[in-house]
């Protein structure tokens, strides 16, 4: 019963020891810490094998060939340790520290396959006992101070590096449980007739995988990679070259309702036939003629498809992996920016309307007004002429001269000339407000506008008075200037009943002034219709500020201020 115990311990010890030196030297991050812990526990397999076939019956060249193969691992393997607990503390180790380690390895296992001629290794070598030389006594010597020395160097490192206490237990139970039991075994306090250290190994190559699976031993960029993979929004998945699906996301399982291991190869010819048949529905669909990679599920969700190839060093494909990214979101900002562009249209068309209704408001009102005043003047003309005729008064040679003149010296030809002059310039300006395009030269010197504007009225006096030096600098706010003035003449020509308007410029170091006064009936309310409005406007486009005033029998007065 013993012995089958012993024979299952040592299979055992075998086991674990092959998965975790598998694990480190196929999935482990590849350095020189992992793959001298890999070497330890390759050595304890060499280790435990021959001790299955201990307990059959043998000769005694048999037994010796097993015990050279055994020992292989047991003399190397306490200079492995050493290394492993050097590398593991990142503290470094001559050279020529090494090669004693080794050569002392190499001299004890030189012993024992000459012991024949010496015995220094075996006193005795039976098949059924053995009696241990001075060579074994130092070799096992040698290989706990191996051991030992490097459960020292890695509490040192724990206790400098704060580390914690089961992390410490976990690596040295690893290394002195294997020791504790060897020295049951060559001391004689357990009789067993096997070697009970393999055994051991079993134990401890469990707290190995504890330090492997939670500690520091695993390649941490491979699980890392598996979790962030695992939490990102875009699905992933990976075939191999057979088409058979080796990995997918959560997100992938989600969308596709694949798993590992189907046909991958299937999946990706109805992913590009979902492309295919999305590119030709929305082919006309704007914003989306340079997008060939987008697919709809029939759940809804619209996906982006990217394909990247895995190559090997000779360039053959050895996987493909298809990575999935959810753009709804993005069609969602597509629709919302075409809602956005049609908003701005309208607020855009619904401005130049605005600007067009107030240009030919105050174009077409300037003009008519303007018009109406000379008509009314010619109208005044000629009821005095008609009336002069009618009392049979003879008139001389200048009195023929100023017939059908008021006080002014303008004639009704004149009044008619100015009228049609002032309909050919308010069409031409009603075109231009219609085009977007300015009438005049919007760099022309704010005089020369105000001087064109008040030679044209007739009705009323117009006096003008400058302070200040006009000059290029203040161009650029000719048009503001000239248009506010325009729409004030045309309201006290309309609405004041005045005889008199005083305009003043003001012509300041970093800004410009304007001010209006007329002597009309003035109003007890102002109110803002489409005149003052465009007024206001201009002005505060410009950046500046107006002022309107106005009482019962006072007149109307307007101030601007502009800044330069």
């Not at 030196?21 to 810490?33: C, F, K, P, V, Y």
């Not at 021959?50 to 190397?76: H, N």
């Not at 050919?424 to 704010?446: A, P, T, W, Y």
Request: glycine share 8%; charged share 25%; proline share 2%.
């Amino acid at each position: 019963m013993t012995a089958v115990l012993l024979q299952f311990a040592y299979l055992w010890a075998i086991g674990f020891c092959l998965y975790t030196s598998g694990w480190l030297i196929l999935r482990a991050d590849r350095n020189r810490t992992t793959m001298s812990l890999a070497a330890c526990q390759l050595l304890i397999i060499i280790w435990c094998v021959p001790q299955l076939f201990l307990s059959l019956p043998m000769s005694r060249e048999i037994k010796y060939i097993l015990y050279g193969i055994s020992y292989l691992g047991i003399s190397f393997i306490g200079p492995f340790w050493l290394l492993f607990s050097f590398f593991y503390c990142q503290r470094p180790i001559r050279l020529w520290a090494k090669i004693l380690l080794f050569g002392v390895s190499l001299t004890d296992y030189a012993m024992f396959l000459t012991n024949e001629g010496h015995h220094f290794f075996y006193r005795v070598f039976a098949v059924d006992h053995v009696v241990y030389g001075p060579v074994f006594y130092v070799h096992m010597l040698f290989t706990y101070a191996c051991v030992f020395s490097g459960i020292g160097v890695v509490l040192a490192c724990f206790r400098k590096k704060q580390v914690a206490v089961l992390h410490m237990l976990v690596i040295i139970l690893a290394a002195a449980i294997p020791l504790g039991f060897n020295l049951l075994y060559l001391s004689g306090v357990v009789k067993t007739g096997f070697d009970l250290t393999p055994p051991a190994f079993a134990l401890s190559s469990f707290f190995m995988l504890v330090a492997v699976f939670r500690y520091d031993f695993l390649d941490i960029h491979v699980l890392a990679f598996e979790r962030i993979f695992s939490a990102i929004s875009e699905g992933v998945v990976v075939y191999n070259k057979r088409g058979v699906i080796t990995y997918l996301n959560q997100a992938a399982k989600n969308w596709l309702g694949v798993k590992k291991g189907d046909d991958g190869r299937t999946l990706c010819e109805e992913l590009e036939r979902m492309e295919k048949a999305w590119k030709k529905e929305n082919e006309t669909l704007p914003g989306l003629e340079k997008e060939n990679d987008l697919l709809a599920l029939p759940t809804g969700e619209k996906l982006r498809l990217k394909h990247y190839p895995l190559r090997n060093k000779r360039g053959e494909e050895t996987a493909q992996i298809l990575l999935l990214t959810d753009v709804g979101e993005y069609f969602e900002l597509l629709r919302q920016n075409r809602e956005l562009a049609v908003s701005e249209q309208r607020l855009a068309i619904a401005q130049e309307r605005n600007r067009i209704a107030q240009e030919v408001h105050d174009t077409t009102g300037h003009t008519l007004t303007m018009i109406s005043s000379l008509v009314k003047l010619s109208r005044i003309a000629c009821e005095n002429e008609k009336k002069k005729k009618g009392e049979g008064k003879e008139k001389d040679e200048e009195g023929a001269e100023e017939s059908g003149s008021n006080n002014n010296g303008d004639s009704i030809e004149d009044y008619l000339y100015q009228a049609q002059e002032l309909a050919s310039q308010g069409i031409k300006e009603l075109r231009c407000s219609i085009n977007h395009l300015r009438q005049g030269n919007d760099r022309e010197l704010v005089t020369e506008g105000i001087f064109q504007l008040t030679r044209q009225i007739k009705e009323i006096e117009v006096e003008v008075e400058l302070q200040g030096e006009d000059g290029e600098r203040y161009s650029h706010l000719s048009s503001v200037v000239c248009r506010c003035l325009r729409e004030a003449i045309t309201n006290c020509l309309k609405y004041a009943r005045a005889t008199h308007m005083d305009v003043i410029v003001k012509f300041g170091k970093n800004d410009l002034s304007l001010y209006v006064f007329d002597n009309g009936q003035g109003c007890a309310r102002i109110e803002e219709h489409n005149g003052i409005r465009g007024i206001r406007e201009r002005v505060e486009k410009a950046g500046g500020h107006v002022r309107f005033i106005s009482a019962e029998g006072e007149g109307f007065q307007m101030v601007i201020q502009l800044p330069l």
